[in-house]
């Protein structure tokens, strides 16, 4: 499924949350917010609206990152798309994002 994720953007707490992944998870890596901004505006992403493994009916966004040289996914909430957490993707999404045929 593809949208347009215009105007993503992130509270001061969730941008320091999710730089400091790292701290809580051994081997994560630190996202910069800037980074999820490129991933959403990936021509490939993958935009899952709403997230099937959200309670809360958030937004999923699977991407590209230039800066980061990864595939990122970040969760934003529908209402306003307000950034509420990101990681480096892994796994399932991953594989989905990089099975893609090439536009």
Excluded: H, N
């Excluded at 490129?38 to 230039?66: C, F, N, T």
Aim: proline letters at 7%.
């Amino acid at each position: 499924m593809r949208k347009v994720v215009d105007g993503l953007w992130w509270r001061e707490q969730d941008a320091a949350y999710i730089r400091q992944r790292s701290v809580r998870y051994p081997g994560a890596i630190g996202i910069e917010p800037e980074w999820t901004v490129e991933a959403a505006a990936d021509p490939r992403r993958i935009v899952r609206d709403p997230d099937p493994k959200s309670r809360s009916s958030a937004i999923r966004v699977i991407g590209y990152s230039p800066s980061a040289g990864f595939v990122i996914t970040v969760i934003a909430t529908r209402s306003d798309r307000a950034g509420v957490t990101a990681w480096k993707t892994t796994g399932t999404d991953l594989r989905e994002y990089e099975g893609q045929s090439r536009p």
